[in-house]
DNA sequence: TTGTTTACTAAACAGTGTTCAGTACATTTG
DNA sequence: CAAATGTACTGAACACTGTTTAGTAAACAA
């Protein structure tokens, strides 16, 4: 009797469908600007189907949200694998910026918008698992960083939240046209400056 | 013949009536929450006349954002007044995350938000002259602490930039509950050990 | 007392997220 | 096989949203 388990298939290919249509449409037009409507036409079913299979529009989100993280973890994986601690930390930055740039959509999605996080209040069960994964993975590199002695940061956790916060406090100005005040010829290499004194700044620092 | 001026005064005090109530609604129940009609609801007038006064909801949005700046720029005054141009710096910090604290969803308008700034994309006469005020003052401590011998940066601009990155990345995470995998009662705490970590950073840092 | 300007609004337009009664088909049961 | 049950889906509505426009009533100027 394969016959629930082909009806579960079919529910899981109807979700990855919706999921598929929604980030097509997400990541051509914007998140503010695309409805449940238009992903219903794109998928050409009622827009009322989609709430059979996501609860509202801001699971949707956490759900593509979670596919953001898979793509930035699996670009992260070269940084991970470099020898030196503190070449793989200023790798991960590097790789961070170039996450958001490339996809600002899906950085804006998984680290700026209120929406997914929203859907996460609702149910307790798990405390963004995705986001404590993705920061473990600098708390591990910086505590290698001390281990190797090149800092001497006594709590990584600490250290990785100064480190996270100076790199995504850039990328999240820019992103939100907060820079706009730099000419925007300027405003790439400024941003690549700061970055780089940062760097240099926490390598000589302590 | 006062009376194009009685006009005029009459004019500067609608926009003023429908700012205030704005505010008081947004900061009462967020900006997502707030239509154009609970405004004008709220100051017995109909929606179309706030169109009057204000181009569009993101001019709106951008008015109030400008009140922020100037409650800012107060709030930091009496940290501008400390001798040490290093303990003036860290004071201005603490003031960015007071600012924030207490004032999450006028911080979020001026420094998260999308829809204020879209109001200025749409005028280009200006680029966001209050936002390049307020950096100023940054730029000119940073350049007082390497006037000083405190730093050794060369570009004050740059390394404001560093900073400011730094301070706004750590807050915004917050605001934005991108640190929900951290039990509550840490939280608070852990967003001052890395804001402390990086001014000793800094400081010894070059 | 005209004519004109100004300030305002009712109503509509085109959209939004979301819900629910109802339908048509697939599956199970007698 | 036919009847009963279960499931997947939808049309249409609800209560909103920002915004525009035609029209009105009052204030002003001639």
Redesign the interface.
Known sequence: MGIVERKEREKEEMRKLILEAAQKLFLETGF?KVSIRNIADAIEYSPATIYLYFKDKNELLYAIHNIGFQKMVEEFQPALNLADPFDRLVEMGRRYFRFAFENPELFDLM????AP?DS??CRDDD???E??TA?QLLITCVQDCIDAGVFK?Q?A???A??I???????T??FL??????FEESRRKQ??E???T??I???H???
């Open positions: 503010e680290f700026i918008m209120t996080m996460l209040a405390k963004w698992d986001g404590r920061f940061y709590d956790e600490v250290a939240l100064m996270w916060s100076a790199v995504h406090g850039n999240a100005l939100r046209k907060r820079l706009e005040m400024l941003m400056d700061a970055f004194l940062f240099e700044t926490i000589k620092g302590l």
